[in-house]
């Protein structure tokens, strides 16, 4: 029963998930509570180990969804503590690998909660931040996010940082769509990511999965390639995202640096399976009668459009012609993947198993 936990996933309707509306400030407290604080603490009234799987209880109910990594604290012995990925076996209980302990009733205040990416605030002032990876083998970019603006944020990706506002090797300036309107009325959002890169998708137009920032570090080919960080975001303030083209469109795309490790940004695009000219628009039939599978490609990062870089980790392009449920979890290529549905033909699959690399 023993899962990674390398790669943490949220949406709006947990327990405890901020809100995003077309305010100021509302995309730093998504980022900030999925990134780096986590959200969604409870009290457990019991935990019982018993042959190598612990067992949790919350009477009033837990509201983990099934495949979440969540952080236990507060437990004796020390090993249930820490991030474990769960299975909901219930309302009020759920169940995580604990090989390795002996039988037994834990003791202890134990609390559970949506474990934090594990990122940091590099800097900081009011509606505005620098995101950082805390992982070793990160690039060391940068992530500026200005919520200062109701419904479109700005993103910058520095490659140096002295304070907020001020940066080295920075990329051109990108927006994500908080909402399309300027108002309270929240969105819903999704943010899927490791120790790297984050994805997150918002509902900006109430409609469809419109709206799509991602920022980190490719899966690269090239070993000591230090410039691998990507950014995409949109390119005006509006809704429209690119990330679901696979046609070799750079709009809104960018690497650090070249594959050469000198010089500035340098414009990126994506490409998959052959027959897919956006995510998920494919001619496989939906299941696959061979296997009743739902199958999904690698996409790849090219810098430009004739130099492949490295995969985008984590995203898949679903191949079948019509479309799956938005939001379920499917099993494919040994992976269990949630579906992003930009609309009635584009879709993205997330792996939300992992590990991405």
């Given at each position: ?196 890169m984050f994805y997150l998708f918002a509902n900006a137009d109430g409609s469809t ?149």
């Amino acid at each position: 029963m023993s899962n990674p936990v390398d790669v943490h996933w949220f949406d709006s309707t947990m327990s405890g998930a901020p809100s995003l509306s077309g305010e100021a400030g509302k995309l730093i407290g998504v980022l900030d509570a999925c990134l780096i604080d986590g959200f969604g603490s409870v009290t457990l009234d019991s935990m019982v180990v018993a042959s190598g799987i612990a067992t949790a209880t919350k009477s009033t109910g837990h509201n983990f969804l099934d495949h979440t990594v969540i952080l236990i604290a507060g437990a004796t012995p020390s090993g249930l503590n820490g991030e474990k990925r769960i299975t909901r076996t219930g309302a009020t209980t759920f169940t995580f690998d604990a090989t390795g302990i002996s039988d037994q009733t834990a003791t202890g205040t134990i609390t559970a909660k949506m474990a934090p990416v594990g990122w940091t605030k590099a800097h900081s002032v009011t509606n505005k931040a620098a995101y950082a990876r805390t992982a070793l083998a990160a690039t060391a970019m940068k992530l500026r996010v200005d919520d200062s603006p109701a419904q479109y944020p700005t993103l910058i990706m520095y490659e140096t940082m002295s304070d907020v506002d001020t940066g080295t090797g920075a990329s051109t300036t990108r927006y994500f769509a908080k909402s399309s309107a300027a108002s309270a009325t929240a969105r819903a959002w999704r943010l899927y990511a490791d120790d790297y890169m984050f994805y997150l998708f918002a509902n900006a137009d109430g409609s469809t999965w419109s709206s799509v920032m991602v920022f980190g570090d490719i899966a690269q080919y090239k070993s000591g390639d230090a410039y691998h960080c990507l950014l995409i975001g949109h390119a005006a303030a509006n809704t429209t995202s690119h990330l679901y083209f696979v046609d070799g469109t750079t709009t809104g795309s960018e690497l650090c640096r070249s594959y050469t490790q000198v010089g500035g940004v340098v414009t990126s695009c994506r490409l998959s399976h052959r027959s897919c000219q956006y995510l998920g628009v494919g001619t496989l039939v939906s299941p696959n009668y061979a296997d009743n599978g739902y199958h999904a490609w690698p996409i790849e990062c090219r810098e430009g459009v004739t130099i492949a870089r490295g995969k985008m980790p984590g995203l898949f392009c679903p191949i079948h012609s019509s479309l799956f449920a938005d939001g379920l979890v499917y099993v494919g290529n040994n992976r269990l993947f949630t579906q992003m549905t930009y609309n009635a033909s584009y879709r993205a699959a997330m792996d939300i198993t992992g590990p991405w690399r």
